[in-house]
């Protein structure tokens, strides 16, 4: 079975039985006895690419490139002669980097030039985007984290790419990213200027420099990893904003994203876009320590000290209070860390020791009501732990203690609880795990998505689980078996949040493609389209009472529903100055709280008044939650954060920090006891709340 290797050929199909193409009569060739064309795979440029197989290696697949230029004139051949002998020089310079195809040969036959290479099983990250729509924060930067490495040493080798797009960056089936078509690469002297005019590269990935002088800088393959980045969190070609904007688009690049970035990735990417290449990244490994920070320092702990009183007899329990380097009380708004101090760190003289064994001694009752676990480690019993103690307004409160599941190994994107409290549900990457919500303990894990899984909601009756994906799907899965009942398709992009009425009879879905849709949950056949919002649908949520439908979205406004006629209430409709990320709605359907940027709004859901204005979050606030009681307010935020805020009153609670990288979602289980959120740090955290 051979393909032909005429570039003129118009059809050249995989043949047998024969010696000669039957559309062009052009031999049918085995290159030097070895590597078998089986399939063409297009090209462009200067050549064209063909799977083959290599005979002497078990038929082993390769990839045989041929110098097929498509240029007129003396001069134009001899440049497109020179890169594609460029592209095999630099191929073996590289060497056997396991993320750059490997050289396998270089050689002329039948008056043609030919480069074989290794074949790399994968999909590209524009054939990708277009089939699973546009990438997440969290694959843009697993992708900047694998690609930068490998540009790092391609820049070591004093080689410049000259051609970073989707097109040319391949994800393999182990999830790792290939760099591959070296054909535009140039080698890195003192002096890097072509002939005036040349251009090198692809529009609108090629930087200023290159497109104007033929420059070539490792700063400008670092832009076209910035425009690929962008290309694949917009949708959008960069070259279709410069051909309306020029290089002005780098500019506003954030105006076309469907879903905003967190800071920390805004400012990488507008570095890697300046115009002026002198003030973008100089190396890779620049964006590689902004793109991993170190650590901030952790000031060291103070230990937590108690003052037993001269006459624990007579002294009343109001006064035994915890004694602290600051005499000024400690400001509500302070953020309180639930951080374990251990107890071989604190060390109780033999008075402090004799003292408060006599106070435990003489005064049980009073003894019941002091710090059991600070009183026990000055007891200098080994391996117990003692949490902070602050006083909150007057009121010794305790922070929360705090347990981690090491969850997935990428970020989590939504959490959720049973019912029955006793069932926790994470979503990642292209997976769902199931938990022992009580002991922590993994029950199983899910598969089946292929892209993120966004959010994650379970039936009143607590025997249906549905996740949304951003591969456009939304699956139901039978919670106790783990069984896949059945997929949902969304023809039209990425599902962003999902959320089932109180009498279980209607699932409800948000999209990218600015739509609402309800679906009958029994029988998965689609009810409604609700259309109205004019960007993505970020958050949906509905009344306990099951009548009012809420959504978010990122045209910034909040919208309700009648989820009876499927119509609009105008009259309730508000809006943010930014994108709206998440609402929730109070247990007693009175209280409706929505999120934008780092700020939280609290409404009246009966009249569409504000009621708070929440801040203090110095990212965006991406999770907003109610306890069952209806009193406290949870959000989570990007700046790696949880707050707890007085439902009442507007005044922040306290303060959780125990995440290393953005909250992605917060939840409360149905008894009020236990917080759980979902972070970037690819974790799942637990916090007792009594």
């Not at 490495?149 to 391609?154: P, R």
């Not at 290449?277 to 000031?299: D, I, T």
């Not at 909601?457 to 059945?486: M, Y």
Request: glycine share 8%; net charge neutral; charged share 20%.
């Amino acid at each position: 079975m051979l393909c032909c290797l005429n570039p003129a050929c118009q059809n050249p199909s995989v043949h047998d039985s024969t010696k000669y193409c039957p559309d062009c009569g052009a031999p049918l060739l085995i290159l030097r006895n070895r590597y078998c064309p089986a399939k063409s795979l297009g090209g462009g440029g200067f050549a064209k690419t063909y799977l083959a197989e290599d005979v002497d290696k078990l038929r082993e697949k390769c990839v045989i490139k041929q110098f097929a230029p498509q240029v007129q004139g003396t001069a134009g051949l001899q440049k497109a002669t020179e890169l594609f002998e460029q592209e095999a020089r630099r191929l073996q310079q590289l060497g056997e980097h396991p993320q750059i195809p490997t050289l396998l040969a270089y050689f002329q036959e039948d008056s043609r030039l030919y480069l074989v290479q290794q074949f790399i099983d994968g999909q590209n990250l524009l054939d990708e985007l277009q089939q699973q729509g546009t990438f997440s924060e969290g694959k843009i930067r697993d992708l900047l984290q694998d690609l930068l490495n490998i540009l790092q040493v391609v820049h070591q080798q004093k080689v410049i790419h000259r051609d970073i797009k989707p097109e040319n960056i391949i994800q393999r089936g182990d999830g790792k990213i290939v760099l591959i078509d070296f054909g535009a690469s140039k080698q890195l002297t003192q002096t890097i200027v072509a002939t005036q005019g040349t251009m090198i590269g692809s529009f609108g990935y090629a930087p200023l420099e290159q497109m104007q002088g033929g420059e070539a800088y490792p700063a400008g393959d670092l832009y076209g990893l910035g425009a690929t980045c962008f290309h694949l969190l917009s949708g959008i070609h960069p070259w279709e904003l410069w051909k309306r904007q020029g290089y002005g688009w780098v500019a506003n690049w954030r105006e076309n994203l469907q879903q905003p970035v967190s800071q920390e990735l805004g400012q990488i990417l507008d570095k890697l876009l300046h115009e002026d290449y002198q003030q973008r990244y100089g190396s890779a490994q620049e964006v590689l320590q902004a793109l991993n920070p170190p650590p901030k320092p952790v000031p060291p702990t103070q230990p937590v000290i108690i003052t037993p009183p001269s006459s624990p007899s007579v002294v009343p329990p109001t006064q035994l209070a915890i004694s602290t380097p600051a005499p000024s009380p400690v400001p509500p708004t302070v953020p309180i860390q639930a951080q374990a101090i251990p107890a071989a760190s604190i060390k109780p003289s033999a008075k402090t020791k004799i003292a408060t064994k006599n106070l435990l001694t003489q005064n049980p009752k009073l003894t019941k009501r002091l710090l059991v676990g600070a009183a026990i480690t000055l007891l200098g019993l080994v391996g117990s732990q003692i949490y902070g103690y602050v006083r909150y307004q007057g009121v010794l409160s305790n922070s929360f203690s705090e347990r981690t599941l090491p969850v997935h190994s990428s970020l989590v994107r939504s959490v959720a609880i049973s019912p029955d409290g006793k069932t926790l549900v994470s979503g990642g990457y292209k997976t769902i795990k199931l938990w022992n919500l009580e002991t922590g303990k993994e029950i199983r894990t899910l598969t089946g998505h292929s892209g993120n899984v966004s959010s994650v909601a379970i039936s009143p009756d607590g025997k249906t689980l549905v996740s949304g994906s951003e591969d456009k799907t939304i699956k139901l899965w039978n919670l106790e078996t783990g069984k896949e009942i059945r997929t949902l398709t969304r023809d039209s992009d990425l599902v962003s949040s999902v959320t089932i009425s109180p009498d279980g009879k209607t699932l409800v879905s948000g999209s990218a493609d600015n739509n609402i849709k309800l679906w009958n949950l029994e029988t998965g056949e689609e009810i409604s389209t609700l259309t109205g919002h004019s960007d993505k649908v970020s958050s949906v949520a509905i009344s306990p009472d099951g009548k009012t439908l809420v959504s978010g979205s990122y045209d910034k406004t909040i919208k309700l529903w009648n989820l009876e006629t499927k119509k609009e209430i105008p009259t309730l409709t508000k809006k943010h100055s930014d994108s709206v990320s998440s609402v929730a709605i109070s247990p007693d359907g009175k209280t409706l709280a929505s999120s934008a940027d780092n700020t939280i709004k609290l409404w009246n859901l009966l009249t569409g008044e504000k009621i708070h204005t929440f801040t203090g979050h110095s990212d965006l606030v991406s999770s907003v939650a109610i306890s069952p009681d209806g009193k406290t307010l949870i959000s989570g935020s990007w700046d790696k954060t949880i707050k707890l805020w007085n439902l009442e009153t507007g005044k922040e609670i306290r303060t959780l920090a125990g995440h290393s990288d953005k909250v992605s979602s917060v939840t409360i289980s149905p008894d009020g006891k236990t917080l759980v959120s979902g972070s970037w740090d690819e974790t799942v955290k637990l916090w007792q709340l009594e």
